[in-house]
């Protein structure tokens, strides 16, 4: 059985916290000087084990085992929230560069090897997932042209050309060389705690619709325009998500979710009735049947409110991403050894957040393992876990990667 070396997986993911620190969190978004700055540590990480490593084009930190023989993917990213947790997507990262190691001090798993990822932008600051789509083969030159930072505005070809990566080559992943995708999390909810269970063995990730909803009405001094010949946007933006409250909840599913991320008025003054406003929405589940029953009750009520109130409702779909379900093979390595080294505290449970394993998992046998976030908060500075958590964690994803090669090695 691979076994780490707890003490050294502690200080890595300790240390990689202090870059970008904010309050008890960080705050590291995508090409900032401190996520960069990550990128670059991390691949010195990889160099000094062995590794050879590389930041490519999109700002994907890759490293590759020095072997030819089975071997394994690993990884999650390196980048945050704004300010918000320390350990969502580092987790991953520190656990696959330490079950790299272990791999490569093993003498039963001499001639194999764990090869590591740090994705770019899994939490989506110019364009979500973008650094695992170009891995794989899905991000358009195009895609890369137009997508700009959600806070800042900055170009994405300008902000790389920032980190020194301009010119440079986007790598591509050579599939005959990997058994499998392994990536680790904290749960980002409080299922696991609740239950008082260590280990998450994630059977699927949810698909996210994510939609941009306009109403268009009149703009109008708000104390001389009677309300009987109002067009108010606001009023009407009001009316259909208490319709979408009133209705999903018939259509939805057990882990069903729904939000209304931000709701804009313009021109958003006391005194003037709003002419326009945008509702920024989306919904998730595991199930695409689901999904789409999600999708054509929205479409009936906003047919709804075109037809009874006074205002013009406009929508459009600004994503899709559909649900992954992960391999089964990569479930049981994962289910073993949880029962190996945590007997009775793990569950198999879906993923209500996306990851890049989704991505992924239409090229490789994928699979995720999640350990408790305490009182299930993420992407907040708060966000935190136990060391022991984190360990546990880290003993089952690194033995479940020892089983698969084992496996493949016959």
């Known amino acids: 059985m691979i076994e780490i070396n707890a003490p050294r997986l502690l200080a890595d993911l300790y240390e990689l916290r202090k870059i970008g620190a904010y309050k008890t969190g960080v705050h590291r978004p995508t090409l900032s000087e401190d996520d960069t700055t990550a ?18 084009g999109v700002a994907n930190v890759i490293g590759r085992a020095p072997t030819d023989g089975p071997c394994l993917l690993a990884g999650s990213h390196l980048e945050t929230q704004n300010h918000a947790g320390w350990l969502d997507g580092a987790l991953g990262m ?21 090869d590591v990822a740090a994705f770019a932008d899994e939490e989506g600051h110019f364009e979500s997932m973008f650094g695992s789509r170009s891995w794989v083969g899905e991000l358009a030159e195009e895609t890369i042209d137009a997508a700009r930072d959600q806070t800042t ?50 059977t699927s990730i949810v698909g996210t619709w994510q939609d941009r909803i306009v109403i268009d009405g009149t703009q109008n001094h708000a104390g001389t325009t009677r309300m009987s010949i109002r067009r108010d946007a606001g009023v009407a933006a009001t009316r ?22 931000r709701i ?32 054509e009750c929205l479409l009936e009520l906003i047919a709804e409110e075109n037809a009874t109130g006074p205002c013009n409702v406009r929508h459009e779909v600004i994503g899709h991403a559909s649900p992954a379900h992960m391999d089964p093979t990569v479930q049981a390595a994962f289910t073993e050894a949880a029962e190996r080294l945590n007997p009775g505290k793990h569950t198999m449970m879906p993923s209500g957040a996306g990851h890049d394993a989704r991505v992924l998992s239409r090229h490789l046998p994928t699979g995720m393992l999640f350990i408790p976030s305490i009182s299930g908060v993420s992407h907040h500075w708060s966000e935190h876990s136990t060391d022991e958590d984190i360990v546990a964690g880290a003993r089952v994803f690194a033995a479940a990667a020892g089983e698969l090669l084992s496996a493949a090695s016959g």
């Open 39 to 56: 990128r670059y540590w991390f691949a010195d990480k990889l160099k000094a084990m062995g590794h050879s490593a590389e930041i490519d």
């Open 264 to 295: 804009t008025l313009e021109p958003g003054a006391r005194a003037i009735v709003p002419g326009r406003a945008e509702i920024m929405f989306q919904y998730r589940d595991a199930d695409e049947a689901i999904m789409q029953r999600l999708h």
């Open 240 to 261: 259909l998500l208490q319709a979408i409250e009133r209705d999903f909840p018939k259509v939805a599913g057990e882990r069903t979710v729904w939000t209304t991320g």
């Open 153 to 202: 505005e900055m170009p994405l070809r300008e902000a790389l050309a920032k980190a020194g990566l301009a010119g440079k080559p986007r790598l591509q992943m050579p599939r005959e060389r990997y058994l499998a995708f392994l990536e680790a999390h904290i749960e980002q909810g409080d299922w696991l705690e609740a239950n008082d269970l260590t280990i998450g063995i994630v």
């Open 94 to 114: 520190i656990y696959a560069l330490e079950t790299a190691r272990a791999v490569s001090e093993s003498a039963a798993h001499a001639g194999s090897g764990v």
